[in-house]
């Protein structure tokens, strides 16, 4: 892993659903390599490569909080919109709110810190000038002006995440003393299989000292 | 319409005296409160709501800005008959695959509901096109200090039900901030406005939006809100030419008079500076309010 890359992302709030509890989400204590995954893709991504998280450190103590927010209980369905788009009248889309409410509380993370450790891989789109030198560079460019495709969330969009890249001979921000020894977390979702149909994966998440070593993907883990 | 060619960050500064900017449903409806700092917080989707209401007064059956997300308070008829007077018609092609035709209604829904093309929304389909993300984001407000809520009882000199003609008159409560400066963060991504369709002129609607949120946002709950600050980033390239957070950090909001122990009651009791020198190159810095 010669061309592995270092980011530092932060942020005041978090909220990495457990698939178990979304209805009422509940957040996993530390990122998913799904999530940091996105991140990343915020950042730079193109059909060539194929981001893989190697290791997550945890920088800052984990804590949650909860929250209650209003929200609509039903997504637009494709036929109402094929409908209107037959009649050309947008209003008979529009969803009314109080006749949709849900009110659902959310049990988030507060003030996080992570490094994300990844690598990329190149995939078959990759074309002949798709060098992985050139994908590195892009996106350590990016990185280090803070540059991004869209502001990279913490899990869900209402929370961004702050970001600096990591040089390569740079020390690693030291995690809070809290975090030392080990702590597993049980199982914790890896990320989802989209070659075949989005099927979630699960790793076993055991963090020493903050840092969690994430399996390869498609090796050892579970299935859900 | 031409898609943004820059990203833009956005510090926005709103104010309360007397209200509630935003209720909690865990609390009994008391002002959302940070447990850690005892600072307010006016969730996300609370600033959207109030921005697609200002856009639907403003735009009233103008086609191209419908709402999807509807308060009733706001609907009138008349939108749907001018819509049927204007009579868009968008007569799906049969298309072969399904992702096609996932994508047309993608891109109807955006090029006829404002919130759509700026917020994004979730549409059922099996194919991951029906999802649109629009380039508009914006995170939690809190307040600048913390906030002390107070309870204020209130009572009703008529009751609801005949038979309680008799009783003593219903008392009700309100929970109100005496003051409170909330600062909220914002971002425009340019390549997601690419591909919602979000312009220019929505752009500068979304800031009209912003300017007059609270102006046509008045009620017995919320007292006096008003928007004070609206300090937008410009970045020269789509992809962006700073860390939004280093941009954010530029904008500092602090009493005028240090150290003072009472609590602010004013706008006039703070100060906002906006550190223009230490502005990155590639970046401008605009004040709309």
């Known amino acids: 892993m010669g061309y592995g890359i270092k980011l530092h992302v932060w942020g005041e709030r978090a909220l990495f659903t457990r698939p178990e509890m979304k209805a009422e989400r509940v957040s996993y204590d530390t990122i998913t390599p799904s999530a940091a995954r996105g991140i990343l893709e915020a950042i730079h991504w193109k059909p060539a490569i194929r981001w893989v998280v190697d290791t997550l450190l945890v920088l800052k103590p984990i804590r949650f909080e909860s929250i209650r927010r209003n929200e609509v209980g039903n997504k637009l369905s494709a036929d109402s919109v094929r409908k209107a788009m037959r009649s050309g009248r947008p209003g008979d889309v529009a969803s009314f709110v109080e006749d949709d409410r849900q009110q659902r509380a959310t049990t988030l993370l507060r003030d996080v810190g992570y490094v994300i450790t990844a690598h990329f891989e190149l995939t078959d789109k990759a074309g002949p000038d798709d060098s992985v030198g050139k994908h590195l560079d892009i996106f350590n460019r990016r990185a280090r002006r803070g540059q991004c495709f869209q502001a990279p969330c913490l899990g869900t969009r209402e929370f961004p995440a702050s970001f600096a890249l990591i040089e390569h001979d740079d020390p690693l921000p030291a995690p809070d003393p809290a975090m030392a020894g080990e702590r597993d977390l049980g199982w914790m979702l890896h990320d989802l299989d989209f070659a075949n149909g989005a099927v979630p994966h699960f790793f076993r998440a055991r963090m020493v000292d903050g840092l969690i070593e994430v399996p390869p993907f498609g090796g050892q883990e579970r299935r859900a | ?289």
Not at chain 2, 137 to 155: C, G, M
Not at chain 2, 236 to 262: C, I, Q, W, Y
């Open chain 2, 1 to 289: 319409m031409t898609a943004l060619a820059h990203r833009y960050e956005f510090v926005y500064l709103f104010d309360v005296t007397n209200g509630n900017p935003n209720g909690d449903p865990d609390a009994g409806n008391l002002p959302r409160l940070d447990p850690e700092t005892n600072r307010g917080l006016v969730t996300d989707v609370a600033l959207k709501r109030k921005i697609r209401n200002y856009v639907a007064l403003e735009k009233e059956s103008e086609p191209g800005y419908a709402i999807y997300m509807q308060e009733k308070s706001v609907l009138n008829n008349q939108h749907k008959q001018a819509y049927e007077a204007v009579g868009i018609q968008h007569e799906p092609k049969k298309l072969p695959k399904d992702e096609d035709k996932a994508r047309e209604i993608t891109a109807w829904m955006c090029a006829n509901f404002f919130d759509v093309r700026t917020f994004g929304a979730v549409m059922t389909t099996d194919v991951n096109a029906g999802q649109v993300r629009g380039p508009v984001q914006i995170a939690f407000a809190t307040s600048i200090d913390p906030v002390l809520p107070l309870e204020v009882s209130i009572t009703r000199m008529a009751v609801t039900h005949e038979k309680d003609i008799e009783k003593e008159r219903t008392m009700g409560r309100k929970h109100i901030l005496p003051y409170g400066l909330y600062r909220a963060h914002g971002f425009v991504s340019a390549k997601l406005a690419e591909r919602t369709g979000f312009s220019d002129d929505d752009l500068q609607l979304l800031w009209r939006a912003l300017t007059n949120l609270f102006e046509h946002d008045r009620s017995a709950a919320r007292g006096e809100m008003a928007a004070r600050k609206l300090i937008v980033f410009k970045h020269e390239s789509a992809m962006g030419n700073a860390p939004a957070h280093l941009l954010f950090d530029k904008v500092v909001v602090e009493r005028t008079e240090a150290g003072t122990a009472t609590p602010a009651r004013g706008y006039g009791d703070y100060r906002v500076r906006v550190d223009r020198e230490g502005i990155p190159a590639g970046v401008s810095v605009e004040e709309v309010l």
